[in-house]
C-alpha cells in the first residue's frame, strides 16, 4: 500500500489538531515504532505503517470524548483515504471504536500503542531519561506494577500480544527495541517542531 498523503502533509494536519509536546511526542514515537516494525516483519511497506503511527490520535487532543470518532472527518478532510482512516480508527477497538484491527499492521498499532506510553514513562524514571541502557526485567516489572503508568492499559496490551499470537515478553522486547531505534530521531524531530 502506497501512502496517499506525504509525511510532510500528514505531520502539517497531526500539527494543526495537537499543539501540546507530549501528544506531538506520543505521535512521532508510535510512528517511528511503526515504522520499525514494518521493517523488522518484513513488510515493505515503512512509509504507510509511519504515517498511520503517525495520524492515529489526530483528534485525541482536542477531542477526547470523541477518539476515533471525530478522526475520520479531520483525516478526510486533509486529503487521507478510506483505508488509512480504518486504520487510524482500529487502534480505539474495543475503547471507543467498533473497527477491529484485522491487518497485521493495525494489530501491530493495537499492541503497541499503550505500550509505547508506558515504555516512555518507565525511560523518564531513569537516570538516563532514556529507553537505551532500558532493559525488558526492568520493563516487565514496570508493567506488573498496577500503580504505575495506571492510564496505559494492560488489558490492551495483553490483548494486543493475543491478537498478533505473541507471548507478551515478545511484544515487550519488540517495542522496547522500536522506541530505542527512534529515539534520537524523534528527539530531534520534537525539537524542531518547538523551534517552529
Not at 479531520?74 to 482512516?85: E, N, R, S, Y
Not at 495506571?150 to 505473541?166: F, H, K, P, T, Y
Request: aromatic share 6%; hydrophobic share 40%.
Amino acid at each position: 500500500m502506497k501512502s496517499c498523503i506525504s509525511r510532510e502533509a500528514a505531520l502539517e494536519l497531526l500539527k494543526k489538531y495537537n499543539k501540546e509536546e507530549f501528544h506531538i511526542l506520543h505521535a512521532l514515537t508510535v510512528e517511528g515504532v511503526m515504522r520499525w516494525y514494518a521493517k523488522d516483519l518484513g513488510c515493505g511497506d515503512e512509509d504507510y505503517w509511519g504515517t498511520v503511527g503517525l495520524l492515529h490520535d489526530i483528534d485525541f487532543e482536542m477531542w477526547p470524548e470523541e477518539h476515533c470518532k471525530k478522526a475520520p472527518e479531520l483525516l478526510a478532510a486533509g486529503g487521507v483515504d478510506a483505508d488509512m482512516i480504518r486504520s487510524v480508527c482500529s487502534h480505539g477497538y474495543g475503547l471507543c471504536s467498533d473497527i477491529k484491527p484485522e491487518q497485521l499492521m493495525e494489530k501491530v498499532l493495537f499492541a503497541s500503542d499503550e505500550l509505547t506510553g508506558l515504555i516512555g514513562a518507565a525511560a523518564l524514571m531513569r537516570p538516563s531519561k532514556s529507553v537505551s541502557d532500558m532493559e525488558l526485567k526492568s520493563l516487565k516489572k514496570k508493567y506488573k506494577d498496577k500503580k504505575f503508568a495506571a492510564g496505559c492499559s494492560r488489558d490492551v496490551i495483553a490483548q494486543g500480544a493475543e491478537m498478533l499470537g505473541w507471548e507478551l515478553d515478545t511484544l515487550l522486547d519488540k517495542t522496547l527495541e522500536a522506541m530505542r531505534s527512534c529515539e534520537a530521531s524523534v528527539a530531534e524531530e520534537l525539537k524542531k517542531t518547538a523551534e517552529a
